[in-house]
């Protein structure tokens, strides 16, 4: 049987982005059929060690992120047409709004299916964007911000959630909740910057700590190497502000917080946490409340975005209102006073994600639309 050439192309791979994370998961489940022949075309800044054992093509265009410019544009495109020809590609899986230019692009010069995935609210270059034969979205609210702010009809956009699967080892978990703990550990995950909220995590702690020095903090990151360019304006200033201040609030309290850096899914922290907080300020999905999930763990998080498609207030887990620490505070205390609450809606939350997050879901989605582009029909 003929194999299906396909292209997956997306900048900084594996440097702190779910999208990278996404973009992996899809190839390594690909690769386990041998319907697809794969091309993995990323820029040479990005770290691509996980692909190592990967029976892949791996081709190097300049799409870096930061440093964009016509002249850099024009030697990918040049670049990209020709890898195009000579590999008779059939499909291109793009993954950042920069890349999906080069592809729409490239498809006037060379007959080709083209879809994206999109994993970030944009803004901005509205004749220039969102114009490949599909637009995939990773959460409803992503859906809606695109049909609102680039006026795209809802019949061209599909949502897929991400998906998760299980880690390597197994997670031991305490079945008996009757016992109430002395002290409990809230995690957060997460690369420190503006839109990620740990310094309202640590507000909300100040509060916490009080009257109840028994609930621990612990914080895995690190910085960004790239720039984070928010929906807002004066990028660099609260990217600044937001630096200080978090800085201030690690000094006042590196006593009390146990900090930790990770290149990879921390489970292992995940599996000693009880309870795993995401304070986001911007949020287009939120993988952490799946992988916190996916162990059994209870999850508090801000009630923005795809966060709100993952956790249910008070069936899988609670939601605070955006920025609101004292809110937020006052949750982890109540749920370190009714501990059976920790264990039921971390419970419930690995039931929902069994049900429509899995990798499992998430591949069969995507392989449905892959063979639909190949056969011109249009998506459900």
């Given amino acids: 049987m003929e194999k299906i050439n396909i292209v997956f192309i997306c900048p900084d791979i594996g440097l702190d982005f779910g999208r990278s994370r996404i973009v992996h998961q899809i190839v390594a489940n690909l690769i386990k059929n041998n319907k697809y022949e794969i091309t993995l075309v990323t820029n040479k800044n990005s770290n691509l060690d996980e692909y190592k054992n990967f029976n892949i093509k791996i081709e190097y265009i300049p799409i870096s992120i930061n440093g964009r410019n016509p002249i850099q544009f024009s030697i ?13 590609i059939q499909i291109i899986h793009s993954h950042h709004r920069y890349s999906d230019l080069l592809v729409y692009v490239s498809s006037k010069f060379v007959k080709v299916k083209t879809l994206t995935t999109v994993h970030s609210y944009t803004f901005g270059f509205n004749k220039f964007s969102y114009a490949l034969d599909r637009i995939i979205c990773v959460s409803n609210d992503l859906k809606k911000h695109l049909e609102n702010e680039f006026k795209i009809s809802s019949e061209k956009l599909k949502v897929i ?25 809230v995690l957060c995950v997460g690369r420190f910057d503006f839109d990620k909220g740990q310094d309202i995590l640590i507000n909300a702690f ?44 690690l000094d006042q309290n590196h006593k009390k917080i146990r900090l930790l850096t990770s290149k990879s899914t921390p489970w292992e922290e995940i599996s000693k946490a009880d309870i795993v907080v995401i304070p986001s300020r911007i949020e287009t999905f939120g993988l952490v409340a799946l992988e916190a999930g996916m162990s059994g763990k209870c999850v508090v998080a801000s009630n923005i975005g795809g966060l709100r498609e993952i956790v249910n207030e008070n069936k899988n887990g609670l939601l605070f209102e955006k920025e609101n620490f004292n809110e937020l505070s006052e949750k982890i205390f109540y749920l370190y006073e009714n501990q059976n609450l920790i264990h039921k809606y971390g419970t419930e939350l690995l039931k929902d994600i069994m049900d429509k997050f899995t990798i499992q879901i998430m591949m069969k989605k995507y392989i449905e639309i892959y063979n639909k582009l190949l056969q011109n029909e249009y998506l459900d």
């Fill in 76 to 88: 990918a495109l040049l670049k990209f047409i020709s890898l195009l020809r000579t590999n008779k």
């Fill in 206 to 249: 100040e509060k916490i700590w009080e009257t109840e020095e028994r609930i621990n903090l612990v914080l895995v990151g690190e910085y960004s190497p790239n720039i984070i360019k928010y929906a807002l304006k004066n990028n660099d200033e609260i990217r600044k502000k937001f630096r200080l201040n978090f800085e201030k609030l």
């Fill in 161 to 185: 959630y991400n998906g998760i699967s299980q880690p390597s080892f197994k997670i031991e978990k305490n079945e008996n909740t009757q016992i109430k703990k002395d002290k409990i550990t």
